[in-house]
């Protein structure tokens, strides 16, 4: 547990010295809104599977939630890795978040295929890759976050 804060603190402390505090704070929150707002989209899908029409608009709703996500995220891995190490490691439950919804989503097959879905998937193997590189990479343990 230790060298779990260790480890933590040093990649917060490498992220605060390439960025002021308040865009690292501002990045957090920024994230975690997107994350929150995927995961009530992919909740609201499931809710909607019975009906097709409202399954289908629920999922073009989920769709432009994982477009803005994949954005972010792929904004974040063109800057500072250490701040993306901040933002992604620790424990990972950011991370961890976003790729149990998607794995756990079935997609209708006319969405299934859909660009940003594949584009945030790619984003996510980006995200681990790079956190696997700064031995910031962390498998999830404990219940679904």
């Not at 909607?48 to 432009?64: F, G, T, Y």
């Not at 681990?128 to 962390?138: A, D, I, N, R």
Request: aromatic share 6%; with cysteine; glycine share 4%.
């Amino acid at each position: 547990l230790d060298s779990y804060f260790q480890t933590h603190t040093h990649t917060l402390n490498m992220a605060r010295k390439s960025v002021a505090p308040d865009v690292l704070e501002k990045k957090v929150k920024e994230v975690d809104d997107l994350i929150l707002d995927f995961e009530r989209k992919a909740k609201k899908q499931e809710q909607n599977k019975a009906s097709m029409v409202k399954r289908n608009a629920a999922e073009k709703d989920l769709l432009k939630a994982a477009e803005k996500l994949r954005d972010k995220l792929m904004e974040e891995v063109k800057g500072d890795k250490n701040v993306l190490a901040a933002v992604f490691g620790g424990d990972c439950s950011r991370f961890w978040r976003i790729k149990n919804i998607m794995d756990g989503t079935e997609l209708l097959p006319n969405n299934e295929k859909d660009a940003r879905w594949k584009g945030l998937r790619e984003a996510m193997n980006i995200i681990e890759e790079v956190l696997k590189t700064l031995g910031q990479f962390k498998m999830w343990q404990g219940p679904t976050p």
